[in-house]
């Protein structure tokens, strides 16, 4: 299975996101530590991965996969048509 896929759209789902910005100004900090802000970044988004692979694979018992790829690519669009109106108004 190739998990290219995968990498690519939560990398670019994370980019500009409010949790990059929360980190972003963590790490503005003078008198936090860099490498801490990194580290406990890094575990709160390995925790909610986590938790999103145990419920999606739980969710796969009792609805398609087919069924939700296709929720999931309509979230996408609409969240994605819902910035772009934003950035428009």
């Known amino acids: 299975m190739a998990l290219w896929p995968v990498f690519l759209t939560v990398f670019l789902a ?38 999103a692979v145990l419920v999606g694979s739980q969710l796969s018992s009792y609805i398609s996969p087919r069924v939700l790829k296709t929720m999931a690519g309509l979230g996408f669009i609409v969240i994605g048509s819902w910035v772009l109106w934003s950035a428009h108004t």
């Open 14 to 51: 994370e980019l500009g996101d409010k949790t990059q910005l929360a980190t972003l100004l963590f790490a503005s900090d003078t008198e936090i530590s860099k490498v801490g802000v990194f580290l406990a970044a890094s575990g709160a988004l390995i925790l909610s991965t986590l938790i």
